[in-house]
Nanobody, 121 residues
Framework: QVQLVESGGGLVQAGGSLRLSCAAS????????MGWYRQAPGKQRELVAT???????NYQDSVRGRFTISRDNAKNTVYLQMNSLKPEDTAVYYC???????????????WGQGTQVTVSS
């Protein structure tokens, strides 16, 4: 089995910073894409940022320039540094990883349990 464990959420004032971490463990042959998604109350889950194993990144327009995604391939860990936080960034943040469990197996999506980020005005 594969587990994704997130940490680093919390309550912060507008303009502040938080750093999220997500570590993947279990039966893992390789991880291609990793990313962060978020879901605010009453809204659909949306992409925040993604990063490939080679380091290519992609960001939602509303976070570009404020958030930075990075990863440590040796630790199967992805990070999200969030600066200049705004109240509209308030949501549950979910980690995603596209994992191949064996060399011959297809890639599957795995998700973390979510971590709450609350930004007060």
């Amino acid at each position: 089995q594969v587990q994704l464990v997130e940490s680093g959420g919390g309550l912060v004032q507008a303009g502040g910073s938080l750093r999220l971490s997500c570590a993947a463990s279990g039966s893992i042959f390789s991880i291609n894409g990793m990313g962060w998604y978020r879901q605010a109350p009453g809204k659909q889950r949306e992409l925040v940022a993604t990063i490939t194993s080679g380091g290519t990144t992609n960001y939602q327009d509303s976070v570009r320039g404020r958030f930075t995604i990075s990863r440590d391939n040796a630790k199967n860990t992805v990070y999200l540094q969030m600066n200049s936080l705004k109240p509209e960034d308030t949501a549950v943040y979910y980690c995603n990883a596209k994992v191949r469990k064996y060399s011959w197996s297809p890639e599957y999506d795995y998700w973390g349990q979510g971590t709450q980020v609350t930004v007060s005005s």
